[in-house]
């Protein structure tokens, strides 16, 4: 249980951004951007980095930094009339002083807690007050846990109801040679075909072409096995029953302004998220939804991952 105050570093990042550095034993750190509460790196213990950030991606308002972990709040794509993704990943967040506390089973003191609130901007674009606050915590193994909490803070009595995502971009060797284990047999939308419902066939989920898939009600946990490094990324989640798998592939990336057209090859975003089932919260409630990543070495029997041995 984390008690002492958290440790953390403010510094200036890319084009003067203001940063926060958290750094755990060893090489491990990572780096969450105030501009979208974005964090934009994590690092293993040989201060390799584990996310992906694009070789194009900007660094200025109001463009969303492409990669690393962008916030999909309160809206995720489409789901809303909000520009895609919503705004929170486009905003200034600040560090909370005074954060209500947040009972956690981590034993470092690696983390911080931001908040956002509307502007009047935002407000008049979604007209809803509330307080959406956020921990980035680096475990004492190095596991990297964003936990958000969103709260009504409407004045009015009305409720409201918002779509979310924590949008990964997992670095990965070569998204020829990824696995996904842990989405097999779900039903999923296809966002390449007009969001129509599928059922996963496969035992795993491969990539050999563009692909953006939703899968609805998912394991709490999913894996992704990169074997070129013998590398297994281990997805824990609490209040996020959706997943989104998308690689845009050659055709897509050459589309994507602040995407290298090689990056599609390097990574690969699985996104744990809430979509299918929106969030309705009365004004008072709460909401939370964390989210854990972990990397650890895979274990192969006969070129396969043995799901218990990593999902446990
Ligand atoms: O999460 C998948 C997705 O919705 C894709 O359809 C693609 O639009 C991607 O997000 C990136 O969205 P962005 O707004 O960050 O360019």
Not at 276 to 298: D, F, H, M, N
Request: net charge negative; aromatic share 10%; with cysteine.
């Amino acid at each position: 249980m984390a008690t002492e105050r958290p440790s953390f570093e403010l510094a200036k990042g890319i084009n003067g951004l203001d940063k926060i550095i958290l750094r755990e034993s060893r090489n491990r750190s990572a780096e969450v951007y105030l501009y979208g509460g974005h964090v934009t790196s994590w690092k293993n213990e040989n201060g390799e980095e584990l996310l992906h950030l694009s070789s194009k991606a900007v660094f200025k308002a109001p463009k969303p930094i492409r990669g690393g972990i962008p916030l999909c709040f309160p809206q995720f794509s489409n789901f809303g009339t909000l520009e895609q993704h919503g705004f929170a990943r486009n905003r200034i967040w600040e560090v909370d002083a005074s954060p209500p506390p947040l009972p956690t089973n981590s034993s470092s003191n690696a983390y911080v807690d931001l908040i956002l609130r509307p502007s009047e901007d935002d407000l008049k674009a979604w007209p809803h007050n509330f307080e959406f606050r956020m921990r980035v915590d680096l475990g004492s193994e190095g596991e990297l846990t964003l936990t958000s909490r969103i709260r009504n803070t409407n004045s009015d009595g009305k409720p409201f109801t918002f779509t979310f995502a924590y949008h990964t971009y997992f670095s990965v060797s070569d998204i020829s040679e990824v696995r996904v284990e842990g989405l097999e047999t779900l039903d999923y939308l296809d966002n390449l075909k007009n969001r129509e419902r599928f059922t996963e066939q496969g035992d795993a989920i491969t990539f050999e072409s563009e692909t953006d898939k939703i899968y609805l009600s998912t394991p709490t946990k999913i894996a992704i096995l990169d074997h070129e490094k013998k590398r297994t990324f281990v997805v824990r989640k609490d209040g996020l029953a959706d997943a989104v798998v998308w690689n845009p592939w050659d055709k897509r990336s050459k589309t994507i302004s602040d995407l290298g057209d090689e990056d599609y090859k390097h990574m690969l975003c699985v996104e744990a998220a809430a979509i299918e089932r929106p969030i309705t919260l009365k004004p008072g409630e709460e909401w939370k939804g964390r989210l854990e990543l972990s990397a650890v070495p895979s274990s192969y029997s006969s070129g396969q991952l043995d799901p218990k041995k990593v999902l446990e």
